[in-house]
């Protein structure tokens, strides 16, 4: 039975805000995000969506007479795409504008597994598509002759413009602008706040609201962890499980390494062999096609190539424990790297960091994930999540772990039954008294 795993940053909470310019919406959604200091709550700026400009408007644009305060001036259909992108918890590529070029640089920055998205832009509360997405509306109000100070210090700091120039564009596009296109967005927002970062009162309030949110976003995503793991113990093991053979040699490595007597260098030794047994099994399931050679004797042999490319994830820290393994059997892999840790409150997987191999190469190799102990399963879950965010299908993915409890597997084949496992032990994750392996292979 397949139930779908949903991401905590799924359905993302998206918080717009709209303002003149240099009435202080950066500095309010900075205030927002520093205060709550976490790394999934992260901020868009509208500016990123100027279109690309042709010679003839750039060369307007170097004269300060092109008017960067039209709602024609933003790419609205990038910005919706992207948004819709977010909401659904799927990897955003987000386009860079230079104002000192005035044009789009060629790279991109991603924008993938934020809980909480703050829009902040001139013209966040403009479009219906955009207002469709949010899930909280701001309009900050700060007197002209503040937005016009903070306008000319940006401009001449940051963009590259003389004073002139920022004051030719403030009376020739922002203030007229203001009054036809930025003023009447105060009919869409849920929240006023008059004097930007001076008002505390209404920026506590919309910092309780993103704390809220996240609450039940955490709330509902271990509800979700819950309902993977009911009567998973009367169901039979998937046939993706793939257990070592029950061989007296695995018996007497798993001995050696859960005594608590064993030196340290002892239990790496034995970890290390062990490890390697579980990469080739692994490596097992990959495909192979027929190759026919012939041998230092002249002789024909008929035997098998891959016929995919391996690469591997590890899941931090313990995961570095099976490196040694991998590269005895892949010397050569490609390794990315994930940082799940779960939060000591709610025991909630959250997801800090994440370094993978190429995009081209997750869309075609098959992916070892590598973490020795499974308990819950729900670091699993995420990380598998994140692969196949990444364009890695679910059959291309195979786990790797020494010690993972039915509970957890049983887990990770109802959401993802495609994915493979391959374990050295089964058992209830409670005989093992928490995680530790890395502990004893690390020394610390």
């Known amino acids: 039975m397949s139930i779908r795993y949903t991401p905590p940053w799924q359905d993302t909470h998206i918080i717009g805000i709209a303002g003149s310019s240099g009435s202080g919406k950066t500095s309010l959604a900075v205030r927002i995000v520093s205060s709550l200091n976490l790394p999934w709550v992260v901020i868009l700026s509208m500016d990123s969506f100027y279109k690309p400009l042709s010679p003839e408007q ?5 004269r300060n007479e092109f008017d960067f305060d039209s709602p024609d001036a933003i790419d609205f259909d990038i910005l919706v795409e992207k948004l819709r992108d977010i909401k659904a918890g799927r990897k955003a590529e987000i386009p860079i504008y230079s104002f000192e070029k005035h044009n789009r640089e060629p790279g991109t920055t991603t924008i993938y597994s934020c809980h909480v998205l703050v829009l902040e832009g001139i013209f966040a509360l403009q479009d219906p598509r955009v207002l469709e997405l949010l899930d909280m509306k701001i309009f900050v109000e700060t007197d002209k002759d503040v937005c016009l100070a903070r306008r000319l210090a940006r401009d001449v700091k940051h963009r590259g413009r003389d004073v002139e120039g920022a004051m030719k564009q403030w009376t020739g596009f922002v203030k007229p602008n203001f009054e036809k296109f930025v003023e009447p967005q105060k009919k869409n927002a849920d929240v006023l706040i008059p004097r930007g970062l001076d008002n505390t009162v209404a920026i ?36 993706n499980i793939i257990c070592l053979p029950d061989a007296p040699q695995l018996k007497a490595i798993l001995t050696i390494i859960h005594n608590n007597d064993t030196s340290r260098e002892d239990f790496i030794f034995y970890f290390d062999r062990l490890s ?28 098998l190539t891959p016929a995919a490319s391996v690469s591997a994830v590890v899941v931090l820290r313990s995961g570095g424990t099976l490196e040694t393994g991998l590269r005895r059997v892949v010397p050569d892999v490609r390794v990315g790297r994930i940082l799940i840790q779960s939060n000591f409150r709610t025991g909630e997987p959250e997801l800090h960091y994440q370094k993978l191999v190429p995009e081209s190469a997750l ?40 010690l993972a409890s039915r509970v957890g597997l049983g887990r990770l084949s109802r959401a993802f039954p495609k994915v493979k496992a391959v374990v050295a032990s089964v058992g209830t994750g409670g005989e093992w008294g928490g995680r530790w392996i890395d502990g004893r292979y690390f020394g610390c």
């Open 204 to 239: 506590n309030m919309v910092i309780r609201h993103i704390k809220r949110a996240l609450l039940t976003k955490s709330r509902k995503h271990v509800s979700e962890l819950d309902l993977l793991g009911k009567s998973i113990a009367d169901e039979p093991m998937s046939k």
């Open 363 to 402: 869309k075609s190799d098959y992916v070892l994930l590598l973490d020795p102990q499974m308990v819950s399963g729900a670091s699993a879950l995420m990380a598998v999540r994140v692969l196949v965010d990444y364009g890695v299908d679910e059959e291309r993915i195979i786990f790797v772990s020494v």
């Open 276 to 303: 390697a047994f579980l990469i080739e099994t692994a490596m097992n399931e990959l495909p192979c096609t027929p190759k026919y050679i012939t041998t230092a004797y002249d002789l024909p042999y008929s035997g």
């Open 58 to 62: 750039r060369e307007q644009a170097f």
